[in-house]
C-alpha cells in the first residue's frame, strides 16, 4: 500500500477530513488496502494529501472510532476492519499472509523506494541507470511501424527462441566483435534480467552458489536469492575483477556460476583489460566454472571501443553471453539475447514459453527492423556524442564541487561515476535528505553492503542543467553528513 496518486478537492463542499476518511474507507472496504497492513505516518499522509497533519488526525480517528483501524504504540496504525458489516459475513481473506509467504522475495525497500519515486515529477534522477527521454530514438522508432518492409508486422506468437529474423541480425552483429553465434544459439529474451531469471530457474538447482563482482548491479536484483540461491562476493581492482582468486573461492565455495559485468561494469564503469579476459577464460576452463557475461554496455564506449567480449575468447562453449537493447535503445522496448550452447539455448527457450510465450513479437519485429538498417549505427553515433558531453560536464562539477570530500574515476563508457566519499555516512539519512531536496540518489549499498562511502552516479538520465543543480546541493547534503559523521 505505498501508492496514493490522490489529494482531495480543495474546491469541493465537503470538508478536507470527511474526504480523506471516505477514499480511506472506499480502499478499507474494496479489498484495495488489505487488513494487517501498517498505513503511512500521519506526517506522510500529511505530506501526501497536502494538507495539515491535524486534518489527517481527525480523519484517521473517525476511522478508528468505525472499528477499521487501529493504533498500536511504536507500531504504527494497522488497518485492523472490525466493523459490525463485516463481522456478520466472513472474514476477510488475509491477503497480508499471501504476499509474505510468495516464494519470490521482495526487492530491498530503497529500490522499491526508487522505483516508485522516479516517477514523482520534477525530482532529478542523479542514480538512474536509464538514457534520458531525449537519448531515445522515438521518432525513429515511429518511423519504422509507419514504413513498409518486406517483413510483414509480427502480431502473432514467435517460435520459442524469438524472432529468426531479429536472431540473424543479433548473429550478425556478434559477428563483428568476435562472437560466432549461429541464430539457432540465440535465444530473445525480455530484456537482460530476464535471461538471468531463465538461467536462475532453467539451468540451477536450490542452493547453488553464484561467484560475482562486489559490488555488482547483482547485488541490487534479488534475481539468484528468488531461486534459492546464494551469492558470493568475489573483490574487484582498478582492472575489474581480481580473476586469480577464481580458483581459491572455487575450492571454498563450490560455485556453479560466476556472473560478471566485464565491460563498462555497473556501478564502477570499470572495463577488464584483454589479457585478464584471457585469464578468466583460463582459469574458469580449468575450474570447470560456467560463466556469465553481461554486456548490456559495450556499445556505450565513449573514448575507444572496449576489449572483445569474454565470449569470443571461449573455444569450449563455456561462456553463456548477455545482450540487450535497454541501454543503447530503449529499456521500453524490453529486448535483449542470450548467446549460449544450444542445449542450453533450447532448455531456455522451454522454460521462457513456460513462463511469458515469448517476448513481444512486436518489439521484436521493431527490434529486427532496427538492426537491420543503418538506423542503429547512426543513432549509436549521435548518442555517444551526447553521452561523451554529459559525462564531461559532470565530471567537470565533480571536480568543482566534490574535489575535497570524494575521489572518482573517469569513466570510458557506460552511465556510471562510483563516487567515494572521504568517509562513510549514513545512507539511509542521505538518501533521505536528498529526497527532501529532489534529488533521487542510488546509495552504494545497493550493489555492496558495505559501501556505505559509495554513491553511483550517473550522467545518462538527468539533463546538463539537472546535473548542475543537483551535485551542487547534494555536495552541500553530503558535507553535513561528513560532519555530522565525524561528530558522531
Ligand atoms: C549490468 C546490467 N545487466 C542487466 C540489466 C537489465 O537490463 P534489461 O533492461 O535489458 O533487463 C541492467 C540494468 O540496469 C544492468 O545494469
Not at 463481522?87 to 497480508?96: F, G, L, R
Not at 527521454?133 to 514504413?147: C, G, M, T, V
Not at 567537470?396 to 562510483?418: C, H, V
Request: with cysteine; glycine share 8%.
Amino acid at each position: 500500500m505505498k501508492t496514493i496518486d490522490w489529494t482531495p478537492d480543495r474546491a469541493s463542499p465537503i470538508p478536507l477530513h470527511k474526504q480523506i476518511e471516505e477514499y480511506i474507507r472506499a480502499k478499507i472496504l474494496h479489498g484495495e488496502w488489505t487488513v494487517g497492513t501498517v498505513i503511512p505516518s500521519q506526517r506522510t499522509l500529511a505530506e501526501t494529501f497536502g494538507v495539515n497533519r491535524s486534518t489527517v488526525v481527525e480523519a484517521l480517528n473517525e476511522l478508528s472510532s468505525l472499528g477499521l483501524l487501529e493504533g498500536k504504540t511504536g507500531g504504527g496504525t494497522r488497518i485492523v476492519n472490525t466493523t459490525w458489516s463485516l463481522m456478520a459475513s466472513s472474514p476477510p481473506t488475509d491477503w497480508q499472509s499471501y504476499v509474505s509467504a510468495g516464494i519470490s522475495q521482495p526487492n530491498m525497500p530503497t529500490i522499491q523506494e526508487i522505483n516508485l519515486a522516479e516517477f514523482v515529477p520534477g525530482i532529478i534522477r542523479l542514480g538512474t541507470g536509464e538514457l534520458a527521454p531525449e537519448l531515445l530514438p522515438d521518432d525513429d522508432i515511429l518511423q519504422l511501424f509507419q514504413s513498409r518492409t518486406e517483413r510483414k508486422l509480427a502480431l502473432g506468437y514467435e517460435e520459442p527462441k524469438g524472432n529468426l529474423f531479429l536472431r540473424q541480425q543479433i548473429a550478425g552483429r556478434l559477428k563483428s566483435i568476435g562472437i560466432q553465434a549461429a541464430a539457432s544459439s540465440i535465444l530473445i529474451v525480455s530484456g537482460a534480467l530476464q535471461a538471468l531469471q531463465l538461467i536462475s530457474i532453467g539451468l540451477l538447482g536450490k542452493e547453488s552458489t553464484i561467484l560475482a563482482e562486489n559490488p555488482s548491479y547483482l547485488h541490487s536484483v534479488p534475481v539468484f536469492q528468488s531461486a534459492g540461491m546464494k551469492l558470493q562476493s568475489l573483490p574487484m581492482d582498478d582492472d575489474g575483477l581480481e580473476t586469480w582468486l577464481v580458483p581459491t573461492y572455487q575450492k571454498q565455495y563450490k560455485a556453479s556460476l560466476i556472473y560478471t559485468i566485464p565491460t563498462f561494469h555497473n556501478p564502477t564503469g570499470l572495463v577488464m583489460p584483454e589479457q585478464r579476459r584471457q585469464q578468466l577464460i583460463r582459469l574458469c576452463n580449468e575450474e570447470r566454472l560456467p560463466i556469465i557475461e553481461d554486456d548490456v554496455y559495450r556499445e556505450l564506449w565513449l573514448d575507444s571501443p572496449p576489449p572483445l567480449p569474454l565470449k569470443s575468447f571461449d573455444q569450449n562453449g563455456n561462456v553463456l553471453y548477455i545482450g540487450s537493447l535497454s541501454k543503447s535503445v530503449s529499456p521500453g522496448l524490453r529486448i535483449g539475447w542470450l548467446v549460449g550452447p544450444e542445449p542450453v539455448i533450447e532448455r531456455l527457450a522451454d522454460v521462457k514459453m513456460q513462463t511469458d510465450y515469448g517476448s513481444s513479437a512486436l518489439s521484436q519485429w521493431a527490434a529486427g527492423e532496427w538492426l537491420a538498417g543503418g538506423r542503429h549505427d547512426m543513432h549509436l553515433a549521435r548518442l555517444r556524442e551526447n553521452l561523451r558531453n554529459r559525462r564531461d560536464h559532470a565530471l567537470e562539477i565533480l571536480e568543482r564541487n566534490f574535489r575535497d570530500i570524494a575521489r572518482w574515476r573517469k569513466p570510458s563508457g557506460g552511465f556510471y561515476i562510483w563516487l567515494r566519499l572521504e568517509k562513510p555516512v549514513s545512507m539511509r539519512s542521505l538518501f533521505e535528505q536528498a529526497k527532501k531536496a529532489g534529488i533521487l540518489l542510488n546509495p552504494g549499498p545497493l550493489y555492496d553492503r558495505s559501501a556505505a562511502d559509495y554513491l553511483r552516479i550517473s550522467y545518462s538520465y538527468a539533463s546538463l542543467q539537472e546535473l548542475e543543480k543537483g551535485l551542487t546541493i547534494l555536495s552541500g547534503i553530503i558535507r553535513e553528513h561528513l560532519t555530522a559523521s565525524s561528530q558522531g
